[in-house]
């Protein structure tokens, strides 16, 4: 198991730019794929990125594509979620996750992860 940490949420004006940051204790960190999540009030949690164990594959959700980059710092344990060009339909709160599957580069799916962080709050102001 792994302890996960989010943290750079906050509010911005839309078009502004917001950097998550998610902090990994406990078995080690390049073992695992990572995934960040949203959960806006009201509505489903939904995938946004993911990233591979080495850092080299990436996948993102369509509507965030070209404006958030998932990253990772194996050495930190650490990975990342660079949001750019923010929309008030971003608001959210965001997760990060942590899987362990063997056979899975990345993952979209929620059930795909295995250990989650608490959230950190995004809110974007049109």
């Known amino acids: 198991q792994v302890q996960l940490v989010e943290s750079g949420g906050g509010l911005v004006q839309a078009g502004g730019s917001l950097r998550l940051s998610c902090a990994a204790s406990?078995?080690?960190?390049?073992?695992?794929?990572m995934g960040w999540f949203r959960q806006a009030p009201g509505k489903d949690r939904e995938f946004v990125a993911a990233?591979?164990?080495?850092?080299?594959?990436?996948y993102y959700k369509n509507s965030v594509k070209g404006r958030f980059t998932i990253s990772r710092d194996n050495a930190k344990n650490t990975a990342y979620l660079q949001m750019n060009g923010l929309k008030p339909e971003d608001t959210a709160v965001y997760y990060c996750?942590?899987?362990?599957?063997?056979?899975?580069?990345?993952?979209?799916?929620?059930?795909?992860?295995?250990?989650w962080g608490q959230g950190t709050q995004v809110t974007v102001s049109s």
């Open positions: 996750a942590a899987g362990r599957r063997f056979n899975v580069l990345v993952a979209s799916t929620p059930n795909d992860y295995d250990d």
């Open positions: 406990g078995r080690t960190f390049s073992s695992y794929f």
């Open positions: 990233i591979s164990r080495s850092g080299n594959t990436t």
